[in-house]
């Protein structure tokens, strides 16, 4: 016995697919989605590279095929190249619930990265595993916003986690070389933004070496230039200030 299967049905699993609202009535084109980004941006010309099939749908997880009437009296036309490049232009990017998650589960990693990267256990100076910051953001329940990058979002995640464990931004260490003439009014205001300073050496020009919180490279870089006029010079060293050695702590 055969089995039918209604010809207005096209089953498509995995796929990200734009989504458009036009004449009262919803249509769906199943996407491959870096392909969509790019066929925005003007990198991608050919369609089919960007369609995994030129079918319009009402429904694309479902597999439902929208009516041709439909079609022509919401876009004036029956041609789905025309038709799919509007929904292509104008139309909201979806992705599937599998996909999705994976991209979740992708961004997770790259945050806990992020903060492995950036940290330290202040007391040790040692950094902390990818693995350890992903249990510990498991253990604070976060979750990861669509809507915000992994680097802002790791930002965040540093905060919250400084109240369940020992974590902090890893210093840079910076080298200063200021004018004798100014050398010791700059250095008044650099004071409050210095975590340590490690060495002062002041003879025809003060040369600092210090470390500071990485928040605050900015300010400082600001103020050396406006302070000096240009004349002062400001090196970074290293971006991380961590013991040496193999040895993270899990």
């Known amino acids: 016995m055969s089995i039918f299967t209604p010809?207005?049905?096209?089953?498509?699993?995995?796929?990200?697919?734009?989504?458009?609202?036009?004449?009262?009535?919803?249509?769906?084109?199943?996407c491959y989605k870096n392909k969509v980004m790019s066929w925005r941006s003007g990198a991608e010309k050919d369609l089919d590279e960007v369609l995994q099939t030129s079918t319009v749908f009402i429904n694309v997880s479902k597999g439902q095929v929208a009516k041709k009437e439909d079609l022509s009296k919401a876009f004036g036309t029956d041609d789905l190249t025309e038709i799919c490049k509007q929904i292509l232009a104008k139309g909201e990017l979806q992705v599937s619930d599998k996909e999705r998650q994976s991209q979740l589960e992708t961004s997770f990693r790259d945050i806990a990265t992020?903060?492995?990267e950036k940290c330290v256990n202040p007391e040790t100076k040692r950094p902390y595993t990818v693995n350890l910051i992903e249990r510990a953001m498991k253990d604070i329940h976060y979750s990861v916003k669509a809507n915000k990058s992994t680097k802002q979002q790791a930002l965040e995640v540093i905060r919250q986690l400084k109240e369940s464990i020992q974590i902090q931004r890893a210093h840079m260490r910076l080298r200063f070389i200021?004018?004798?003439?100014?050398?010791?009014?700059?250095?008044?205001?650099?004071?409050?933004?210095l975590k340590v300073v490690e060495s002062e050496d002041f003879d025809d020009q003060l040369e600092m070496v210090g470390l500071i919180d990485p928040g605050c490279?900015?300010?400082?870089?600001?103020?050396?230039?406006?302070e000096t006029k240009g004349k002062g010079t400001l090196e970074v060293l290293s971006l991380k200030d961590v013991e040496e050695?193999?040895?993270?702590?899990e």
Do not use: H, S, W
């Not at 490279?217 to 406006?226: G, N, S």
């Not at 050695?245 to 702590?249: A, N």
């Open 7 to 30: 010809t207005n049905q096209i089953r498509l699993t995995n796929v990200a697919y734009v989504r458009m609202k036009k004449g009262g009535k919803r249509f769906e084109i199943a």
């Open 114 to 116: 992020i903060v492995a």
């Open 178 to 193: 200021l004018p004798a003439k100014d050398g010791k009014r700059i250095k008044e205001k650099l004071k409050p933004l």
């Open 217 to 226: 490279f900015r300010e400082i870089d600001e103020l050396v230039r406006c």
């Open 245 to 249: 050695g193999d040895e993270k702590l």
